[in-house]
């Protein structure tokens, strides 16, 4: 006897995407492959199915459709014979060329960029306040050149006369989104200004009680988040995609000289990262622009870390953090050999190289912090009144404590002290020899 009803499975049906690359001839440090490669991992962490890639090599750009007619011809039947949903451009499209390719290949099947891709991967894992205003921002200011495309429609009607032509009802409509848009897009900006003065506040009160700010930045998924929980004991959501974290975390990191610094890390970086997206997380890599040092995380593991620290380094240069001192950290080392260990630090004497998820070469890069972290502090001897015993517990956490014991009138104490904090203490400094026995 036949069922009467026929279960229907629930699960979601991942898209099925087609990557199309130009290669350009523009980088030798990052052939097309690996472009293409890190283009399909963006792909799979938005949810979606690889299901082939269609690559060209141009000496520039087709204007009407980016790739060549015979290209856009081959990528029509490719998206026919393969079922597929969206197709993801490796480069930006100019909303012209999105407008033809979707005529081209259909309207039932997608067309986006890399800049429109990671966009939606950043909509989808921005947690806090900040992050989400950070990636709404971005993305209007992604879709107000691509509106007119999305009424084209009515554009049509107009052109074709007849009733309902005369009131232009396409472009009025165009001008009224557009209208929305910026209207959004100002009240955005005015409520990211409100979160970042906080910040600036926050950051200028660490900077006034003398704390030293370490940065964590790299390449996404070079294992940032794995580090900062390997140093502080945080608990940092650490997952095998890019992107995995949006928003800048802040820790406590306790050094064995007895100074207490921050660590902070951040969203990581990426090829070709959208100009939009480094605009609006501004205020939170900010974060790294105040630093006092930055350590750059790469995987050693990953045959090109070194052109990928190389995109890290454009990134800090136009958030003007290149002056900033930085200690390049090669994690990973659990996935090499010790020839290629040992070629490492022979290529890169300077160079931290680490496990963070074994926590090899951790307590040396605790040193090298520390090191960091005392270079141009001043020693002083100050004397404390009992009455500032918030302040004695600053000097604890904050300098590193070379001599201190009581007397009578309170703590006498010499430390090595930032730059902040010694001009803080100078209306309690003295001479240790004027007291009996001095420290």
């Not at 067309?111 to 806090?128: E, P, Q, V």
């Not at 680490?354 to 960091?372: K, Q």
Request: proline residues 3%.
């Amino acid at each position: 006897m036949s069922r009467r009803f026929t279960p229907q499975s629930t699960a979601i049906v991942p898209e099925r995407a087609l990557l199309v690359g130009v290669d350009l001839g523009e980088r030798d440090d990052w052939p097309k492959y690996r472009s293409m490669a890190e283009l399909a991992r963006l792909v799979e962490t938005d949810g979606a199915e690889v299901v082939g890639e269609l690559t060209q090599r141009l000496a520039k750009p087709v204007p009407k459709t980016f790739i060549g007619s015979g290209k856009t011809e081959e990528l029509v039947e490719r998206v026919r014979a393969e079922k597929v949903d969206v197709v993801v451009f490796d480069e930006d499209l100019t909303p012209s060329q999105q407008s033809n390719l979707e005529r081209a290949v259909g309207k039932d099947v997608k067309i986006i960029d890399r800049t429109a891709l990671i966009l939606d991967i950043f909509g989808r894992h921005a947690t806090t306040v900040e992050g989400r205003l950070q990636v709404e921002l971005a993305q209007l200011r992604y879709v107000l050149p691509r509106l007119r495309g999305m009424w084209s429609h009515l554009m049509g009607e107009q052109t074709r006369g007849g009733i309902g032509s005369r009131f232009g009802q396409g472009e009025s409509q165009l001008e009224v989104d557009r209208r929305m848009v910026r209207n959004r897009i100002a009240q955005v900006r005015r409520e990211l200004e409100r979160v970042d003065a906080r910040r600036q506040t926050q950051s200028k009160a660490r900077w006034e009680s003398g704390v030293f700010r370490v940065a964590l930045v790299g390449y996404t998924n070079a294992g940032k988040s794995t580090l900062m929980n390997a140093l502080t004991g945080a608990d940092v959501y650490v997952q095998d995609e890019l992107f995995a974290t949006l928003d800048a975390t802040t820790r406590s990191l306790a050094l064995e000289e007895g100074r207490t610094v921050t660590l902070t890390d951040t969203v990581g970086f990426i090829q070709k990262l959208p100009t939009t997206l480094v605009e609006a997380f501004r205020s939170t890599l900010s974060e790294v622009r105040e630093a006092n040092l930055i350590l750059c995380v790469a995987d050693a593991s990953d045959e090109a870390w070194e052109a990928e620290v190389r995109s890290v380094v454009d990134t800090l240069a136009e958030i003007d953090a290149t002056e900033i001192p930085r200690v390049l950290c090669l994690n990973k080392i659990d996935l090499l050999g010790e020839d290629a260990r040992e070629a490492l630090r022979l290529r890169h004497p300077e160079a931290q190289l680490i496990s963070a998820l074994d926590e090899r070469g951790l307590a040396n890069l605790r040193h090298r912090i520390a090191t960091e972290a005392a270079a141009g502090e001043e020693t002083l001897t100050a004397l404390i009144p009992f009455r500032e015993g918030r302040f004695i517990k600053l000097l604890h956490e904050r300098c590193q404590v070379i001599h201190e014991r009581y007397v009578q009138e309170g703590l006498l104490i010499t430390v090595k002290a930032p730059e902040a904090l010694a001009r803080a203490l100078e209306p309690y400094a003295r001479d240790a020899s004027e007291f009996e026995g001095g420290l």
